[in-house]
């Protein structure tokens, strides 16, 4: 099948290429820049000389309609502007936030700029592929999970939908590598700032928040608020989120880890460490694992679950490629299958 990126110069982009290069089903790649058009992808990205063969194009509504599939690994209100010119004629697949928060007002306030249309916010499946397959196959814009919520939202999955913990009382506190901000330069993340440093941002103000308590809301079917704490950390790629909750009353260490390993026995992409041994970010790099560990505290009663991912496959183009694998009807591991990269 033929697919096209728009935003290929991006992170995210260049990790869609990899990824797809390999892809047993994909036969042609098409790459899309506002910026760029005639350039190569050689020219922005020298790792790619004699591999990757690919001239950008000036994005176009008519030409975006002959593939199979478009993907947008591009920033805020680039893919809900485009989806609204194409969908109907190819298959979305957006990286972006714009389509995630079903409320436009919710997204209006948290992302500061106009929500795309009702319609389309309605007709978009949130593709957290581990828990929303049959809403993927069947749909024809599928608006990918933010990275963060990625990793919280496959590690206090099989708690919430079970009610084994206090919604009420979570907390989130997560890590990122800098890759999680994009390639565009910037005083935050440059190498001066981040390098032997760890940062602390956006407290109780991440877009990243609405998107987690939307997901969870909709498991435990009741209102509920989290606190969510990112964090910088001195490294390319990789997520950690530490969550914490109470455990309701009446719940035993071995119905919760039955609870995990009922949820994830047939999911390919997720591992789990089990009671008391918990996973490192390098332990997925390059992957399209989550990796969840957990620990009850019988002093506290509360519980504390780590979950690792690679922020730009798991966390992006590698859950886009699984959604994409749902979508057409592919094996869901479809250039997917490798081991990590480690050390
Ligand atoms: N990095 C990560 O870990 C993750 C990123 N995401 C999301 O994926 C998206 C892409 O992220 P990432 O690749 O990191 O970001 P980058 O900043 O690295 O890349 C974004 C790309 O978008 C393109 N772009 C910029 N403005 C426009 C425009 N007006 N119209 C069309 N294209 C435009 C640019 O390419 P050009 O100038 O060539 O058009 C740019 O290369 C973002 O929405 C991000 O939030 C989601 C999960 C994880
Ligand atoms: C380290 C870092 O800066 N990370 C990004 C999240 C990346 C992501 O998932 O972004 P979207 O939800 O916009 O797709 C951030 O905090 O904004």
Known sequence: MKVAIVGATGYGGVELIR????????DEISVF??????????????????IVDLTLE??????????DAVFFSTPPGVSSEWTEKIAGETKVIDLSGDLRLKDGDVYEKWYG?????????????????????????????????????????????????????DTNHIIIDAKSGTTGAGRSLSPITHF???????KIYKVNEH??????EQQLMAWGEKELTITFTPHLVPMTRGIMATMYAPVQDGWTKEQIKALYEK???????????GEGAFPFTKEVYGTNYCDIG?????????????SVIDNLVKGASGQAIQNMNFMFGFEETAGLNMVPVYP
């Open 207 to 212: 877009k990243h928040t609405p998107e987690i």
């Open 294 to 306: 957990w620990s009850i505290d019988d002093r506290t009663n509360r519980i504390t679950i780590v």
């Open 263 to 273: 949820a994830y026995a047939h999911k390919p992409f997720v591992r789990l460490r």
């Open 19 to 26: 990824l797809l290069y390999h892809h047993p089903h994909i």
């Open 113 to 165: 700029r106009e929500s795309a249309s009702e319609a389309l916010l309605t007709q978009a499946v949130y593709g957290l592929s581990e828990w929303h397959e049959e809403e993927i196959k069947h749909t024809s814009i599928l608006s990918n999970p933010g990275c963060y919520p990625t990793a919280a939202l496959l590690g206090l999955a099989p708690l919430v939908q079970a009610n084994a913990i």
């Open 192 to 198: 001066s700032e981040m390098n032997d440093n760890f």
């Open 33 to 50: 820049s506002s910026s760029q058009e005639g350039k190569s992808m050689v020219d922005n990205y020298s790792h790619f000389i004699e």
């Open 58 to 67: 000036k994005i176009d509504a008519e030409r975006l309609k002959t593939f």
